[in-house]
C-alpha cells in the first residue's frame, strides 16, 4: 500500500462478534481506537488498558485513556498486572498483557494496533532468533493465539503515515519512555538497525513486511501438506503413530510433527528441545521415554507418540461418591458424560463410589478372578491413564472398570453407560 494512503479500517473486515481494544494510550492505538469508531464499530467495542506498573506515570495514562475512550462513547476497563522481577522484561510484560486481554476478553476478538514497522522488526528479530518459515511469516491480520482471536487492522500502514494522520487530526497520545530504551532488543531494531537499512535500501520496512506475506503463503503451503500427512497417519489430537511417521522423509516428518503440536496447542519447542524430541523419536524403547517443555510432555507409549498436559499426568488422589441419581462428581481431570465413547463405564443401579486405581486391584469376570492392570495393559491403556481412570464399587466390591466392562454378577443390561472425557 501506498506511504500516501490515509489509514482507514473496514467494519467488513472485522470478526463477528464483541470487539476488545488493546488500548495503551500510544499513538497507534489512540488513532485506531478513533479509526473503529469511524468504521461504525462502536456498538460493539471495548477498550482495554493493561496497566504494567512499570512507570512512574502508569497511573496518569490510565486515566488518560479512559477519558478518551469515554468520551466516544467507548467502555473502558483498566487491568493492572505485575511483570515478575526475575524475567526478561518485553517477554515478561508481554505474556501479562496478553494473559489479562485472554482473561478479559470473555469471547471477543481482541484488536492490536501493529502496523507494518512493527511486522518488519518481528521479522527481523524472528530471523536473528533462526525462525524458520512460521516465524518468518510473523503477524497475520487475522489470527489466533492460545484460542484468543486477534485482529491487526494497521498491518497495511506504516508508522510514520499514522502519526501523519493522528496529527492532521489533532490527536494527543501517551508517549512511554521505555519505548526508546535501546538496551530492549525491538527498540535497537526500531531506532539503530531499520534507519541504517533504510539508507541504503529505501523502503526496508515494506520490502521485510512483504516477504512476511510470501512466508505466510509458503507456511499455509506447508500446513496444508501437514494435515494431510497427519490424516494419513491417522493421527489423532493428542495421539500421533510413529509407523507412518517414521516412513515419511525427514522434512516431511518435522513438518507434521510441528503442525501437530501446534494444532494441540503446544508452545513451540526450542531448538534444544527439538533435539531432545528427535532423540525421542530414535530412543530403542518406551521406557522412560519423554520429554518435557512448556507445561507439555511427549511421551511414547506402543508405537504411538502422545501430548500430554500436566495435568494428564496427576493421578486421581481420593474416592469420590456417587449418589444414585444425581450427577456424576467432578474429578478436576475429566468428565463423565452420559452415552457411551472410547472409554465406556458402564455404571449399575444404586449409590457407587469411583475410587483411584493403585495397584493390584482384581476384578471377578468370566469366572477368574482378573488383574486389572493387566486387562487394561492388553486394552493398550497407557499407564498414566491407568493412574488417573476410576473404578467403581459398591458395598466394598469392584463392580465396573473403565473400557473393560463389569463384574460377573452385575447385570449390565440394567446399567447405564456413561463416557469419560479428559
Do not use: K
Not at 482507514?8 to 470478526?15: C, D, E, G, K
Not at 513451540?268 to 524403547?285: E, F
Not at 464399587?393 to 449390565?412: C, F, K, N
Amino acid at each position: 500500500m501506498s506511504d500516501a494512503a490515509v489509514p482507514r479500517v473496514s467494519a467488513a473486515q472485522a470478526p463477528p462478534g464483541p470487539l476488545l481494544l488493546a488500548f495503551s494510550g500510544g499513538l497507534d492505538s489512540s488513532l485506531l481506537l478513533h479509526l473503529l469508531v469511524e468504521a461504525g464499530l462502536g456498538p460493539r467495542l471495548r477498550a482495554l488498558h493493561v496497566n504494567h506498573q512499570l512507570q512512574a506515570r502508569s497511573a496518569d495514562w490510565a486515566v488518560f485513556c479512559r477519558t478518551r475512550a469515554e468520551a466516544l462513547g467507548v467502555p473502558f476497563e483498566e487491568v493492572r498486572v505485575n511483570v515478575p522481577a526475575d524475567v526478561n522484561l518485553e517477554a515478561g510484560a508481554r505474556a501479562a498483557r496478553y494473559q489479562a486481554l485472554s482473561e478479559q476478553a470473555a469471547g471477543a476478538a481482541v484488536i492490536t494496533a501493529h502496523h507494518r514497522d512493527d511486522q518488519a522488526e518481528t521479522v527481523l528479530l524472528n530471523l536473528l532468533r533462526g525462525a524458520g518459515v512460521q516465524g518468518l511469516a510473523a503477524m497475520s491480520e487475522h489470527s489466533s493465539l492460545d484460542g484468543l482471536r486477534l485482529w491487526r487492522p494497521l498491518l497495511a500502514f506504516g508508522r510514520a503515515q499514522l502519526e501523519r494522520e493522528a496529527r492532521r487530526r489533532g490527536l494527543e497520545w501517551v508517549e512511554d519512555p521505555s519505548n526508546t530504551d535501546i538496551s530492549l532488543r525491538r527498540n535497537r531494531l526500531r531506532h539503530e538497525i531499520l534507519p541504517r537499512l533504510a539508507t541504503t535500501w529505501p523502503g526496508a520496512p515494506a520490502i521485510l513486511a512483504r516477504t512476511a506475506g510470501v512466508m505466510a503463503d509458503a507456511a499455509t503451503l506447508l500446513d496444508e501438506r501437514a494435515a494431510e500427512d497427519a490424516r494419513g497417519l491417522a493421527a489423532e489430537r493428542d495421539r500421533l503413530p510413529l509407523g507412518g511417521l517414521a516412513a515419511l522423509s525427514r522434512e516431511r516428518r518435522d513438518n507434521v510433527l510441528r503442525w501437530w503440536l501446534d494444532q494441540a496447542g503446544a508452545p513451540p519447542p526450542s531448538l534444544a528441545v527439538t533435539g531432545q524430541i528427535h532423540a525421542l523419536l530414535r530412543a530403542p524403547s518406551d521406557r522412560e521415554a519423554r520429554v518435557s517443555w512448556g507445561g507439555r510432555t511427549l511421551r511414547r507409549y506402543r508405537g504411538d507418540l502422545y501430548l500430554l498436559r500436566d495435568r494428564d499426568l496427576q493421578p486421581l488422589s481420593r474416592p469420590l461418591d456417587w449418589r444414585d441419581g444425581h450427577q456424576p462428581p467432578d474429578s478436576g481431570l475429566w468428565r463423565l458424560l452420559p452415552g457411551e465413547g472410547a472409554v465406556t463405564v458402564w455404571v449399575p443401579p444404586g449409590d457407587v463410589q469411583l475410587r483411584p486405581f493403585a495397584g493390584g486391584e482384581r476384578v471377578h469376570r468370566h469366572g477368574q478372578h482378573q488383574q486389572v492392570s493387566e486387562l487394561w495393559r492388553v486394552a493398550g491403556v497407557p499407564p498414566w491413564r491407568r493412574r488417573q481412570w476410576p473404578l467403581l464399587y459398591q458395598d466394598d466390591e469392584l463392580v465396573s472398570v473403565p473400557m473393560i466392562g463389569v463384574a460377573d454378577g452385575v447385570d449390565r443390561h440394567r446399567c447405564r453407560p456413561w463416557h469419560l472425557r479428559w
